[in-house]
């Protein structure tokens, strides 16, 4: 665990962005930085001296607290959480970022038992329980100065674009779409607003390997906006949602794809 020094007066919203050492969740914890918060981080990878990340956060105004975590492994949440909450002087908004793509595409009447519960313990099961913890915390430590906590899941379009060749990451995305839905109206007289990122084609890590694939599709239409989208797209998005931009709305989907999931004849 690597942190910047710590104050005794809270003054900024604590955020937490699990998965967040590159990619998505990498953009979005400065972007929440640059937005006001400061910015708790986790990855399953060993921290480092120099995190990129880290500088990002500090470079944007807001103090940095890395703690590498497993997020499929449910024990290790609570002491997250504490250690958060701890840091910072409490715990406000939840950005759940860590996730996982199929590790093998293919036939889904091939897809094993063990890749199946490997993507849904991250995606699905990981999730729900660390959002659980966090929605628990936030619960038994209210805020009384009228500032609206926020959940926020990013998800993707494969929550309703169906892939049979990655069965097993579309499922966990549709269940993630429905803890949206139940956890919003679960917290909502809690003071706390719950919502869904769904991007579309990102370029990331794990997109690298299909490169050549998208790039010609989306030059023959694939999405209406003729362009990968960027972790920065994503982060925009989700420090909007963060910040309030959207006070009277909870449970809903925001997409960012370029109009990928429109219907189109």
Not at 199 to 207: C, H, L
Request: aromatic share 6%; charged share 25%.
């Amino acid at each position: 665990m690597t942190e910047t020094p710590t104050s005794s007066l809270r003054s900024r919203p604590v955020a937490l962005v699990t998965g967040a050492r590159r990619g998505i969740g990498a953009a979005i914890a400065v972007e929440l930085a640059a937005a006001g918060c400061d910015v708790a981080y986790t990855d399953i990878l060993a921290a480092e001296d120099n995190d990129p990340v880290r500088a990002g956060i500090e470079a944007a105004g807001g103090r940095a607290l890395y703690v590498e975590s497993d997020l499929a492994d449910l024990a290790a949440h609570e002491p997250l959480v504490e250690a958060v909450a701890d840091w910072g002087g409490g715990l406000d908004v939840l950005v759940n970022n860590a996730g996982i793509g199929s590790p093998r595409r293919g036939d889904m009447l091939s897809l094993s038992p063990e890749h199946f519960d490997r993507v849904m313990g991250v995606n699905l099961r990981g999730t729900f329980f660390l959002s659980q913890r966090v929605a628990r915390w936030m619960v038994a430590h209210p805020r009384n100065d009228g500032f609206r906590r926020s959940i926020v899941s990013i998800g993707s379009v494969s929550a309703e674009m169906a892939t049979p060749e990655r069965s097993e990451y579309c499922i966990s995305k549709a269940g993630l779409a429905m803890l949206t839905r139940l956890l919003a109206l679960r917290m909502a007289d809690e003071g706390v607003s719950v919502y869904e990122v769904r991007p579309g084609i990102i370029r990331t890590d794990m997109t690298a390997s299909v490169k050549e694939t998208y790039d010609r599709a989306i030059a023959q239409g694939l999405s209406p906006i003729r362009r990968w989208g960027e972790p920065a797209d994503v982060a925009r998005a989700t420090a909007a949602l963060v910040r309030g931009d959207f006070a009277f709305a909870t449970g809903s989907v925001v997409h960012v794809d370029g109009g990928l999931s429109v219907q189109r004849l």
